[in-house]
């Protein structure tokens, strides 16, 4: 009894060695391949992008706020993310506001040169949304089931995210709607609980209000690369006045970084250090701040298309290469020890079937085909109708 | 004109307009075809089966494996055979009915055959179903062969005929007792003479036992074309659970659209239940006269089935042709052909008002269903009174009847 079963045992033994072997002489896993694949350009691992784009201010005053944001939104739109990964917050309506000369329309600069409202807009968060209680639950994801798909930030840990916020600020805290205030230990904390849960891979944090650099100061979570308009005790001053509208448009900072920014496109590899060099306290009027302790690459290495863009990567193989790439991952799938040949002479076809992929759904295997079973039950009805017809006319 | 001239004359005119270049609007028209009848379903359900998926793995095909089996293999469905099909299909259940008035009456052929032959070809509650190519044009043909064949006396055949009719549509349960009272009694009418009847019970149970073979080999030839079980949860439950919500001119969609999921078991029970109360008080009272019982639960039907399409409802309107002795007693039957008039006008215009235009909501629709509920109840009731009428004889000088 105890030799059969030790014939057994050790036969089974044999086969997961060699199982295991075969698996680790192959080299890379898939799961390698796919992280050297995602890693080539050093582009830190992200695979999407989000923004939040919040500006928390209302009424008609604070109309450069909405500018900024909608600027900011116009940007990430055009650089490649799409709306269903962009949460705009604008507390109040400018373009619909009693008081806009020219409704349905937002400029960011005198002249009404370039609309950045009209057409193809989405916004999340509208009016009294935007409060703390709701970025905050926006952030961390903890939403009441009945919110919709297009009001959460649905990220992974492979997801970079561009926040931005823009408003009335201080010390160390952010006016929201005129009412209340988020403080910077609310974000930081906020963006702990995101790293704990894995939803981020890295975090690009702008905010332009007074005493900006402030805001982020407590952040304590990695790869959060971080970026304020003025430092504690200076204001951050808007840039022009529109005469026609009679309000300032714009705020300088959001101004330097957007016409900045209009000059890149998709496929930009301009880093995120030009991007912090045009930083001039001069032209400014306000010292901008860098926060770049919590990041874990250098930020020469960092695109700007890595936060402000929605660029994917992609590799274009040959037919062979597919053909022989799929040939061999089934031949890592079906590790079956024995005569290695004759084995691999019987998966080719099937490998080969797998690329056609045009072929019907596959039928015979084991169950009747549909054709088959229609045909036999069209006759036990026939029979059981020609039996009730005999047993009648009998 | 020989009667046999003047049906073929008629069902060639129904060949005609069904070859028609009419819209291709009706195939998706809700009034016609329910999704237990729909043909588009049909086709969807066909295709699915013969590519190899399970057609009942999803949610849109609600029809009986049998379909499957004979419309994949038998008879293809197609721009040609449709037509001709459905056609086909209408001429036997005319057939039928007018076979059910020979044997009721007891004459041969006669000048009426051709009116009754009319009558279900043209009436516009049962052709345009039949334009739709709606499978409620094929259970009206079993619905008809069953009665016919029992009240010719013809056993195995109608309970074939009924065991099909049930299998395909679950509701039509309800005539399982009248068809076989049918066949153990005798169609002429009897609604003048009322008396209990004598039944014999051992030839009743040996027919009861028929109609359950011959509805479990239906059952399993089912089975074994759909290579599961999962059809039965996938067609006779869909009637019982109101599985799909798809408006239909009868009145129980609108009802379940807003009803709370707390209270649907018990509503979905209560409904069952209000189509089974019909039988046993039916049956008794006109043990008599089992085929105006088929006939008056058929009205049943029509008014209360779950998932109704106008040839339900025209189908006890067309029968009443096989009853001209209650014409005379019916107390008010201008009101209800005004009513179906009106119901028959306002269905499609506030389908259309909803659906297509969307100046109207589901109200409107929801509205006409009701006058086109109450219009079939009114029917019903009528013709309910004057079978019981009858037995009365006319009514002397100074004398009323009175309901106590």
Known sequence: MSAR??????????????????????????HEQARDFFNKQGNGNHTNNWAVLVCASRYWFNYRHMANALGM???????????????????????????????GNVYANPGQGLDLYGDNIEVDYRGYEVTVENFIRLLTGRVDPSVP????????????????????GGNEFLKFQDNEEISAFDIADAFEQMWQKKRYNEIFFMIDTCQATTMYSKFYSPNILA???????????????????????????????LEYLEQINKTSQLTMQDLFDI?????????????????????????????FGGVSQAEVMAEEDIKSHVMSSIAEKVPRPGAGEKKTKALTPSAVKMVALQEPLSKGDGIPSATARAWTGAGLVGLLVAWVTISATR | MDVDLAFGGLVAARLLLAFAPLPEQFKFDHLLSSPLTSNLRLHEGVYLFKNGVDPYSGGIFYQSPLYLSVFSTLLPLNRVSSPVIWTLVDAVSAYALVQTWRARSGVGKSKRDALLAAFYLFNP???????????????????????MFAARGETSPALFCLAALVHVSLSSILLVLPVIMLILGQPKSGLADPKPISINFKKGRAIGLEFLGHFSVLTLTSTLVSGGFQWMRQTWFVELSL?????????????FTEMFDHFRPFFLMAFSVHLLIYIAPVCIKFQYDPLYAAFILTGVLGTVKAYPTLSDPGLFLTMTSLFPEILPYLRYPVVTSLIHLHASLLLPLFNHLWLSQGTGNANFFYASTLVFGIGNGVALMDCVWAGLRIALGETKEGYDVIQQ
């Open chain 1, 5 to 30: 079963w030790g014939w057994q045992v050790s036969t089974l033994v044999l086969f997961v060695s060699l199982w295991l072997l075969q698996a680790l002489a192959n080299g890379q896993t898939h």
């Open chain 1, 73 to 103: 939104y116009r940007t990430v739109k055009r650089l490649g993310i799409p709306d269903s990964n962009i949460i705009l917050m604008l507390a109040d309506d400018a373009a619909c506001n009693n008081r806009n000369k020219f409704p």
């Open chain 1, 149 to 168: 798909r297009t009001k959460r930030l649905l990220t992974d840990d492979r997801s970079n995210i561009f926040v931005y916020m823009t408003g009335h």
């Open chain 1, 227 to 257: 970026t304020g308009s003025s430092q504690l005790g200076e204001n951050s001053y808007s840039y022009e006045n529109d005469r026609d509208l009679g309000i300032s448009v714009i705020d300088t900072y959001t101004h330097y970084v």
């Open chain 1, 279 to 307: 930083h001039d306290p001069g032209k400014m009027r306000s010292t901008p701040g860098v926060r770049s302790n919590l990041f874990s690459r250098p930020l020469n290495k960092a695109l700007l298309t890595d936060f």
């Open chain 2, 125 to 147: 509650y049962l052709f345009l179903p039949s334009l739709a190519f709606s499978t409620s044009s094929i259970s009206n043909m079993l619905h008809l062969l069953s009665i």
């Open chain 2, 243 to 255: 599985l799909d919500l798809t408006p239909n001119p009868g009145l129980w969609w609108y009802f």
